[in-house]
């Protein structure tokens, strides 16, 4: 099993979720971050005061799925949040030990 961790804009999310359902993954958890990168922030002007705005909005995808579906999930992702600017984010793919489905203690593939 492999986690994928996919930092994206926020407004790409219901492009990467239908390309992830267009592939066969089922769920995914998303949650609001923020951070930045080569992109470093931007800065804005508030009641005529400049100030720099480190931390860039983003939206953290997490999917757990098996072996044989990354090779179509992280070419799905990267094709769906891809704008071709800076800041499009980052996919990160890592190994899973186990899983536990916690209503039913099926664990393993069967429990994603």
Do not use: C, W
């Amino acid at each position: 099993m492999k986690r994928i961790e996919a930092i994206i804009k926020p407004f790409k999310l219901e492009e990467v979720k239908e390309a992830l359902s267009g592939v066969g993954v089922e769920g995914m958890t998303v949650t609001e971050v923020k951070g930045f990168g080569r992109q470093k922030g931007h800065t804005e002007i508030y009641r005529g005061s400049e100030y720099t705005v480190d931390f860039l909005p983003k939206l953290k995808i997490e999917v757990v799925l098996s072996d044989n579906l990354v090779a179509d999930a992280v070419p799905a992702i990267v094709k769906a949040a891809k704008t071709g600017k800076i800041g499009d984010g980052k996919v990160f793919v890592s190994s899973i030990e186990n899983a536990i489905r916690i209503r039913t203690e099926e664990t393993g593939e069967q429990a994603v």
